[in-house]
DNA sequence: CTTACATATGAAAGTATATTCATATGTTCA
DNA sequence: TGAACATATGAATATACTTTCATATGTAAG
């Protein structure tokens, strides 16, 4: 969750009325917008990321992320709980131990896409 | 930045010995995948988000910007300085007003692959 | 059914982050 | 050069976030 603040002060008179109507009009509805960066939110924390990059070729139980990772296993449990909320990872049990896997293509491709962005 | 621990504990001897060395080996450095999360961070607040997609057609000025979005002009001048850091937007003056725009086609292609997945 | 293993979860602590307010900086024009 | 406008910035405040620690839940095997 963000913070909730006040809207913003509304004292300053739009220098260029016209471009200002174009693209208001133009601009996706608040929540959407929320839900946008709620997304990106997920991929933000170097553990997730590190997590989701782990899992890129092949699912994994809990324990072997965190060795891997060389990571808590609270740590990792914590985490793999948001990123399953945010629909990025499903999992399977196998006995005793619980396999997760990237939910889907989308989420390869917009780590591909941030990586191509980081290498230039 | 976010904040920072100590390592995990490695108590947990792994599972799968043979997975563990093979994802170990192909994990990319720590430090890049740091840089990802970093970026994936600048993306992930719903300010930022509305700032850049309001960039995503046309370039705009500061006032326009706090007008359109319904912000104060310090806040969406501070989160502009975020941005203009991570080199995503970049801004030309022209006489007292500073016009912002959309740094390359990398930041649209990112936008519109969130899009994607949102609109599932 | 009891023990050991694997994972999940709640609370607490520490850190990071975004906004607001006040003010500074920079630009134009009279 | 001074007034007005546009943007930037520092400090303070409030909130959110991640980890750790301790413990709970769930599963398998003896």
């Known amino acids: 969750m963000e913070p909730k603040y006040e ?3 509304k004292d300053y008179i739009a220098a ?3 471009i200002v109507a174009k693209v208001k009009a133009s601009q996706p509805e608040d929540e959407y917008l929320y839900d ?8 933000g924390d170097s553990t997730r990321i590190k ?3 782990s899992l890129f070729e092949t699912e994994l139980c809990v324990g072997d ?3 891997i990772l060389n990571l808590s296993q ?3 449990s914590h985490q793999l709980r948001i990123l399953k909320d945010a629909k990025l990872v499903k999992f399977r049990r196998d006995g005793k131990s619980i396999f ?3 939910d889907d ?3 390869r491709t917009i780590l591909s896409m941030g990586m191509e962005h980081v290498e230039e």
Do not use: R
């Not at 946008?36 to 991929?43: N, R, T, V």
């Open 36 to 43: 946008l960066s709620e997304l990106f939110k997920i991929f």
């Open 16 to 18: 260029h009325e016209e």
């Open 74 to 76: 609270s740590s990792v």
């Open 7 to 9: 809207e913003g002060s």
């Open 100 to 102: 997760y896997s990237l």
């Open 51 to 53: 997590i989701l990059y």
């Open 105 to 107: 293509e989308h989420v």
């Open 65 to 67: 992320m965190a060795t």
